[in-house]
């Protein structure tokens, strides 16, 4: 109800009414409810109303409504001396600590007639609060900025685009102005996008030839995904895009524009003097007129605070102080969070790149535009790039990227394969160089089986076999194999000799067989005389 405002807001309300602001407007300045505004006017701000208020319409109290706000304007002696001559005026230490509890004015009066019998209207206690608030309200503080040091940025309504066909789009004018000089910067967009609002930040930069280090912005959704006072979080390209140029955003407290005033009244400015009552084909043929607007009339005109002209403050104080420009400009590119595939990679445009395995299956942050794509984590740090596919269904996966326990023998190479032999024992290596050197890529497989052997077998014993198998020169998987499993003895070699203690002549042993073919048994000889009729010849 607008009883509990304090007066001092209840003052506001009706003077900025007064200068023909809206009930939303009004609202979202000072904090408080549109209906609260609106019950607030309507109590307060007609005068034939309130002179019917509880002494009746002879009363000689004056009546709430505009005399009241009229005397907010009044010096403040003559408020004090307003206080000193109220009814309220011996009870107000009473009153000033019903203030600090919180009390509105009704409760006061209610108070002040059941506890100190009062006898005073209540209007009377209501205009004594109002008066005793415009004492205590301090002024607004004035911040003034070195050159070079902010910039404040704000969007307002644009002036129409009218195409050639009779539609009619809708624009918003983006402006910033530099806080010391009161330089401008005005842009016309269809959409207030994070896209439309960087590229609007960047050209604003190249127009004024560097940079500031810090911009006063509000919490427009294109760049604040979560406002906060003490800690807003900003959209992540624009984050990127303040380390591109080295600056800084501080958004503003919620509702509070009068955080960015110098560029509340330069839009107000814009739309008043450079866009009302136009229209335009275009889109470019509104900014061109703009940028014109800016040269010829805004930045010539002597402002009303600084009292001098724009221009002249920005090429002689300001220009020269603000920070360089980067060589390039900030590399535009999409984004979007992706959820890491089974596979360890992420689509993009149709295209497949890897991810670090400690990231399988989580979340990430993926930025591409037509050279590179960039891999962040949600702490916005780097974890891998790629170049950019430029055919879809292609895959790039980084070696680091592959699970050792996924990296297949074969993938690993001959001279792994080898090494890993060698480890086994000297035989099993010698074994493994000759299996490759005879038989080339298919003896790749065999090494591979000779390697899984050593997980079932020991080590040794895999070697003594392969030892055996070099004697017999047998180098096929399934030989050594047989000798792990029978554990053969090595094949001796011996040297055949022509002569020899234990070796007769082949003449000697002709001799024997002869002799002992006489010497048959006479049986033997007589059943055979008739099959050899000769004898033994």
Known sequence: MPYRLKMSKIQSILALRKQGWTFTRIARELGVHRQTVA???????????????????????????????ESTQAPLGATLDHIGRSDCAPLREVIEKKLDQGLHAKRIHQDLVEEHGFTGSYWSVMRFVRRLGQTRELPFRRMECEAGEEAQVDFGSGAPVVGADGRRRKTHVFRIVLSHSRKGYSEAVFAQNTENFIRCLENAFHHFGGGVKTLVIDNLRAAVTKADWYEPELHP????????????????????????????????????????????????EENDFLLRWETTIADTRIHGTIKQQVCKVFENVERAVLSPLPIERFPFFREREHTVHRDGHVQVDGAYYSVPTEYFRRKVW???????????????????????????????????DIAPEKIGRIERGTDW????????????????????????????????????????QPCALIDKACEIAISYGAYRLK????????????????????EHPLIRNMDVYGELVRESLHRAPPSWRSEDASRYPHGND
């Open 479 to 498: 030989n050594v194999r047989q000798l792990i499993s029978r554990q053969a003895a090595k094949q001796e070699q011996m040297e055949f000799m022509r």
């Open 237 to 284: 390209k624009l984050r990127s895009f303040c380390e591109h140029y080295g600056v800084v955003i501080l958004p503003t407290r919620p509702y509070m524009p009068r955080h960015k005033g110098k560029v509340e009244s330069g839009v107000k400015y814009v739309k008043r003097n450079a866009l009302k009552a136009r229209s335009f084909r275009t889109l470019e």
């Open 39 to 69: 019950r607030c006017i309507r109590d307060h701000g007609k005068p034939s109303e309130a002179s019917a208020g509880p002494n009746g319409p002879e009363s000689t109290e004056a009546p709430p409504g505009p005399v009241d706000s």
């Open 417 to 456: 394969l080898l090494c890993r032999a060698g480890s086994i024992g000297e035989h099993a290596d010698r074994w493994a160089q000759e299996v490759i050197h005879s038989r080339g890529i298919e003896g790749i497989r065999a090494v591979i089986g000779l390697l899984s052997l050593a997980d079932r």
């Open 366 to 400: 993926v930025r591409w535009d037509s050279r590179l794509v960039r891999i962040f984590n949600h702490q916005l740090e780097e974890i891998r790039v790629h170049v950019k596919q430029r055919t879809r269904g292609r895959f790039s996966t980084h070696p680091a």
